[in-house]
T-cell receptor
Framework: EADIYQTPRYLVIGTGKKITLECSQT?????MYWYQQDPGMELHLIHY???????EKGDLSSESTVSRIRTEHFPLTLESARPSHTSQYLC??????????????FGPGTRLLVL | GENVEQHPSTLSVQEGDSAVIKCTYS??????FPWYKQELGKGPQLIID?????GEKKDQRIAVTLNKTAKHFSLHITETQPEDSAVYFC???????????????FGQGTILTVHP
C-alpha cells in the first residue's frame, strides 16, 4: 500500500463555493501529480510538481490551482466550483530519478459532485 | 505529445482463461510503460511495469511484452480469477530531456470481467 492520502473522499457542494482537495504523502517523494478521471474512466493530468515551490500545468486545461509549500503536501483549489467540475480527482507521487521514470503511487481519490 | 491507444475497452472471460490487453504509443522517445489496476472506489495501483531496454517481464500470472519497433505493448493475465475483475490502464512516459519526461500518458482503460 502506498502512503498517499486524499481528503475528503467524497464532496457534494453547491455552485460558486470555494473548495480545496487535500493530498499528502509520507514517502518523501519530490514529484506529485493531480489527475482528473472522467466518467469514461480515462485519466488526464491537470497539474504536477517536481518539488517545493514548483508547479506546472498538465495536459488537460483546468480552472483549478495548486500549491507546493511542503514536500509532503499538494493541495488543489477551485475558487468557484461549477457543475462542469464534477469528476474524480486523483493525486499521485513519485521519486525523482534522474534519467529514469519512477513508479507513480496513487491516492484513493476524491469524488466531487457540484450541484 | 504522447498518445496512447488501448484496446479492447471491455473484456469478458471465463475464470481460468487468459486475458490480453493491448496498447500502442506514438512517441518513440517513451521508455517506461506501467500497467495499473483500478478497483471500484480506489485509486490505480501499479501491477507491473517495463522499461524500453527489456522485451518481456513476468510476475506470477501477469506478463507484459514490449515491441519498440512497432510501438506497442501488451498485458497478459493467465489463469484469470474473479478478483482480477477491475479496470486496467496502460501508460507511457517519455525519457529524460523530453517534454514529456516524468509525465504519464494513460490509455483509455479496459474493463475486465472474469466470470466464475
Amino acid at each position: 500500500e502506498a502512503d498517499i492520502y486524499q481528503t475528503p473522499r467524497y464532496l457534494v457542494i453547491g455552485t460558486g463555493k470555494k473548495i480545496t482537495l487535500e493530498c499528502s504523502q509520507t514517502m518523501g517523494h519530490d514529484k506529485m501529480y493531480w489527475y482528473q478521471q472522467d466518467p469514461g474512466m480515462e485519466l488526464h493530468l491537470i497539474h504536477y510538481s517536481y518539488g517545493v515551490n514548483s508547479t506546472e500545468k498538465g495536459d488537460l486545461s483546468s480552472e483549478s490551482t495548486v500549491s507546493r509549500i511542503r514536500t509532503e503536501h499538494f493541495p488543489l483549489t477551485l475558487e468557484s466550483a461549477r457543475p462542469s467540475h464534477t469528476s474524480q480527482y486523483l493525486c499521485a507521487s513519485s521519486e525523482y530519478g534522474a534519467g529514469l521514470q519512477e513508479t507513480q503511487y496513487f491516492g484513493p481519490g476524491t469524488r466531487l459532485l457540484v450541484l | 505529445g504522447e498518445n496512447v491507444e488501448q484496446h479492447p475497452s471491455t473484456l469478458s472471460v471465463q475464470e481460468g482463461d487468459s486475458a490480453v490487453i493491448k496498447c500502442t504509443y506514438s512517441d518513440s522517445a517513451s521508455n517506461y510503460f506501467p500497467w495499473y489496476k483500478q478497483e471500484l472506489g480506489k485509486g490505480p495501483q501499479l501491477i507491473i511495469d517495463i522499461r524500453s531496454n527489456v522485451g518481456e517481464k513476468k510476475d506470477q500470472r501477469i506478463a507484459v511484452t514490449l515491441n519498440k519497433t512497432a510501438k506497442h505493448f501488451s498485458l497478459h493475465i493467465t489463469e484469470t480469477q474473479p478478483e482480477d475483475s477491475a479496470v486496467y490502464f496502460c501508460a507511457a512516459s517519455g525519457g529524460a530531456g523530453g517534454t514529456s519526461y516524468g509525465k504519464l500518458t494513460f490509455g483509455q482503460g479496459t474493463i475486465l470481467t472474469v466470470h466464475p
